[in-house]
């Protein structure tokens, strides 16, 4: 008994001193976006083809400055007859050479190295604004799958205290069993869609988690590793089209890579036609050999060497020509790249400017349809009550509450998406498409407050 007692005391012992898990960490969305691009794996890659893109540049730079190089020989060579000559050959030099002109190869082999490591900034850079958006639109989801939650608990509240109802007034014989059962259908049919908004929940934090570059392979509960702070918000923004469109001509990262690339392409031909140019290349240093022929002197020498090198190449079977034709050709195909990017960017920006506008003139519509749907469901109560409707009336009616309150939030999401694809379409952020206010009079602006408020996911659904 005495051994049992101290093995309790010390479990308790160890219970208690046992450190607690940390807690996790919250963010709110621009925390969010933060934290994504400090951590994600996508960025972290872009980044190393960053630093690649450098040593690149310091390998074309090489060509302008002096580089030192040691040779050595040795051999004995066999004779068939007798020669006076010595049997071993040897030298072992120390030379530095400088390139004195290239025909504009090493310039151009530098301007070239420049030019990409520009463009691997460039597509880190939209690369950056990409994962940013995508970092928006999957915090805005999991607000949105999170409010869903609640408007779905709130329908199974109110349906389960509907078919409590049913049941108390069957044992009373006021109703019929009909009642019962269909209270009971439209409770199970709600059920499953809580289920599953429930669901989207998890799908939305373990989306999260791997834009934030986070190991869930070790956790089960995703949403154990951080937590999300804020509700889904309907923040107005008036960007203006035309303004749009410029802002994304002159500042979208991939517009300016394509550039460079026609860019590239151009030097490139620069370079391709320095190899029919003259190379030249100065050198100097000391050197180490043997004279094999004993009359001409000792065998060993030594002294120090400096000359000229000159290379050209007056005819190389057309090799330069090929490599022109193909330069031209990837030049061509490049601005035609470019081209399409331009058309494709403008239509980016377009749909995500539509989108805006559908998901206010919906938001709008439903801001009026909830309170509409309320008061349908208040009034379908009272009907149902003082017997001048049908508990079918009363379940449609509360059917209707929670389809206009989800269809709602649905368009405050859009809203925010259409805001987070248009800011990435004009690289900027969410907060620097007010290019143009329209709200400016105090009265548009409390209208302005007006429409941000009822715009708040619902607190609970309408009961009696």
Not at 341 to 362: G, I, Y
Not at 447 to 455: M, T
């Amino acid at each position: 008994m005495r051994a049992s007692l101290v093995a309790v005391v010390v479990a308790v012992a160890a219970i208690v001193t046992r450190p607690s898990p940390a807690a996790a960490a919250t963010y709110d969305v621009d925390q969010a976006v933060t934290l994504a691009i400090a951590q994600n794996p996508d960025l972290a890659i872009a980044r190393k083809k960053v630093e690649a893109a450098r040593g690149g540049v310091i390998e074309a730079r090489s060509g302008y400055l002096p580089s030192v190089v040691s040779t050595g020989l040795f051999r004995e060579r066999q004779h068939q007859a007798d020669s006076r000559l010595r049997d071993e050959d040897y030298n072992a030099s120390l030379r530095v050479v400088q390139n004195l002109y290239t025909g504009g190869a090493v310039t151009n082999q530098l301007a070239i190295a420049q030019l990409n490591l520009e463009i691997q900034e460039l597509e880190l850079q939209a690369l950056t604004n990409r994962v940013a958006m995508d970092t928006r639109v999957a915090f805005n989801e999991l607000l949105l799958n999170r409010a869903r939650v609640r408007v779905r608990e709130q329908s199974v509240g109110v349906l389960q205290e509907e078919a409590k109802s049913q049941q108390d007034r069957f044992q009373a014989g006021i109703v019929g069993n009909l009642n019962v059962r269909r209270a009971e259908v439209a409770l199970a049919n709600e059920q499953p869609e809580l289920i599953n908004a429930e669901t989207q929940v998890k799908n939305s934090y373990l989306r999260l988690a791997e834009l934030f570059g986070l190991d869930t392979r070790a956790n089960a509960r995703t949403t154990a590793l951080f937590e999300v702070a804020g509700e889904l918000q309907y923040k107005p923004r008036h960007p203006d089209l035309n303004e749009c469109l410029a802002r994304a001509d002159t500042s979208r990262p991939e517009i300016k890579a394509r550039e460079i690339e026609v860019e590239i392409e151009d030097r490139q031909a620069d370079l391709d036609r320095s190899a029919l140019k003259p190379q030249v290349e100065a050198f100097s240093g000391y050197e180490v050999y043997n004279e094999r022929d004993p009359l001409v002197g000792p065998e060993f020498n030594h002294g120090y060497v400096v000359g000229v090198n000159a290379r050209w190449n007056i005819f190389d079977g057309f090799a330069t020509k090929g490599r022109l034709q193909a330069t031209h050709a990837r030049r061509d195909a490049a601005a035609q790249a470019l081209q399409a990017l331009r058309n494709s960017v403008a239509s980016e920006v377009r749909s995500a400017f539509l989108d805006l506008q559908q998901a206010e003139r919906t938001l709008e519509s439903e801001t009026k349809n909830v309170q509409t749907a309320d008061e349908s469901l208040e009034i379908a109560k009272g009907n149902v009550d003082a017997g001048l409707a049908t508990q079918l009336d009363m379940l449609q009616a509360a059917s209707d509450v929670t389809r206009t309150r989800t269809t709602r939030l649905a368009a405050i999401y859009q809203h925010n998406v259409a805001l987070a694809k248009l800011a990435r379409a004009c690289a900027v952020s969410p907060n620097e498409l007010d290019f143009h206010p329209k709200l400016t009079s105090d009265r548009a602006a409390k209208g302005a407050n007006h429409v941000v408020d009822l715009a708040q996911p619902p607190k609970k659904l309408t009961r009696k």
